[in-house]
């Protein structure tokens, strides 16, 4: 079996990292829970929440749902969570340190499995493994929201749209240890993102169709819904 741990992104396994998360990524959770809203989210839904980092969207949909599964191979990315979880006082989040292939599901079956920006930690054929058992952890019907980096160029192209995205930040870190160009440079060289050509037909070779597919004009990053066949 992959060792998650070994591809879970140097960065996320860092005490210093994981507590500066927050402030240097936002999740957008409310905004992605209203959309969830639009799909069927609701006071009797069940979330899955896989790569669930500080927890900013298990909080947020914590608010609104039954129960909400928050599972994260990182440690120290679920102890800022349980903090967040304990200070809040919210009895509706169920934390679990597996990963994409490590997990397994215990409950009922989910109405929604959720994951942001944590998918391209594992190689392709792990993404296979990991999108069957999300499929197999959701009702048929049931909603997958995928937002990942996920290259929407031709292979020709790559190296002029890389260095363009490194580009795009500076070489030297600002206030609280904002991302920098040495961020985008380890995540081409050391993780797995991969091309929306090759993504989206296994995601629906492994049990889902695909409903809304949102790519940045960019071409770096990709926002999906799909339904469970």
């Not at 440690?75 to 989040?93: S, Y």
């Not at 599901?105 to 392709?124: E, G, K, M, N, T």
């Not at 990991?130 to 997958?144: C, E, Q, S």
């Not at 790559?158 to 500076?170: N, Q, V």
Request: some cysteine.
């Amino acid at each position: 079996m992959l060792d998650e741990l070994a591809t879970a992104g140097r960065e996320n396994l860092d005490p210093v990292h994981a507590s500066q998360y927050d402030s240097k990524e936002d999740a957008r959770a409310v905004d992605e829970v209203e959309l969830l809203v639009e799909w069927g989210l609701d006071a009797s839904s069940l979330v899955v929440d896989l790569g669930a980092g500080t927890g900013q969207f298990a909080l947020a949909s914590a608010a609104v749902c039954e129960r909400v599964v928050a599972v994260d191979v990182s440690e120290v990315m679920l102890d800022q969570l349980r903090a967040k979880i304990t200070r809040a006082g919210v009895t509706n989040i169920d934390v679990v340190r597996a990963g994409f292939v490590t997990y397994r599901h215990q409950a009922r079956a989910a109405d929604f499995v959720y994951s942001r920006w944590a998918l391209h930690q594992i190689p392709d054929f792990w993404k296979s493994v990991a999108l069957t058992r999300m499929r197999r952890a959701v009702r048929p019907g049931g909603v997958l929201r995928l937002s990942d980096i996920v290259y929407s160029f031709d292979p020709a192209e790559a190296e002029e749209r890389i260095e363009a995205w490194c580009a795009t930040l500076p070489a030297i870190a600002g206030p609280e240890g904002a991302w920098v160009r040495a961020d985008i440079e380890e995540h081409v060289r050391d993780e797995h993102s991969t091309y929306s050509w090759l993504l989206e037909p296994m995601i629906e070779r492994c049990g889902f169709r695909i409903e809304s597919a949102v790519r940045s004009s960019d071409g770096f990053f990709a926002e999906y819904i799909a339904r469970a066949t």
